[in-house]
């Protein structure tokens, strides 16, 4: 689809009228007219403005010209996938479980590499086929081909050692000790829990991204899974199949 139909598109779908737009935007009626005819494309910074006034790219804005790839883990992307900066932002270069409100989530290649071969093996991938692969494919990312440039002098890898600590700390009967913590987006880990009292409540914000892992219970009948932000950590327990979640901490730190 070309600029002129996806801003038509997008403008009908918000219920606004040219003029509204033009006013959003801080253009005349007439300019965005010329969008919607295709005798102009709008600059730069109002394809910022627009991305952000209708939260999509501005790759989707040009009619999806490129092929967007996360630079640190390979993923394909697709709007819903692309990080965000912290005033709200599309970061067209990474994915959302990669970057994170202005932070790398990853400064060990070894790690992602854990992370994306288990994702490779549901798959179909061997272990050995999806290790090949990200060692192979990681370093011609431009993350990891910046990545001394990048770094924070081990700041974030701090936090992440605090938070492995405070959850450590808890001595949760039947929770193996935590060793590593990853990124996780909270639409995919964000569960309903059943309050004392029947009310039932979801704790984390599905477009966040938090720091956390899934451990299996040292008896072997429920998984463990940990949560945590500069906020608080949460830990829960459930079924293998992730049913029948129960709430065990939620500790504001």
Known sequence: METKNIILELRTKFGMSQEELAEKVYVTRQAVSRWETGETVPNTETLKILSKLFDVSINT?????????????????????????????????????????????????????EVCVKHLAERGFSEEQARSYMSEMLPELDYWKQHKELGDNGRFEGVKDQL????????????????????????????????????????????????????????????????????????????????DPELLVYKKR
């Open 61 to 113: 804005l040009l009619g999806s010209p490129r092929q967007l790839v996360c630079q640190c883990c390979g993923m394909p992307l697709e709007d819903a996938a692309i990080s965000r900066e912290q005033d709200g932002s599309f970061n067209e270069s990474y994915c959302k479980w990669c970057y994170a409100d202005g932070e790398y989530m990853y400064h060990n290649m070894e790690d992602l590499i």
């Open 164 to 243: 492995i600590s405070e959850f450590n700390a808890l001595n949760i009967e039947g929770m193996p000790k935590v060793e590593k913590l990853v990124s996780l987006v909270g639409s995919y880990v964000n569960l309903e829990y059943k309050l004392p009292n029947g009310d039932m409540v979801r704790f984390l914000d599905d477009n966040a991204t938090y720091l956390g892992n899934q451990l299996e219970c040292e008896t072997g009948e429920k998984c463990f899974g940990i949560i945590g932000n500069a906020d608080f950590i949460l830990v829960a327990s459930y079924d293998k199949d992730g049913k």
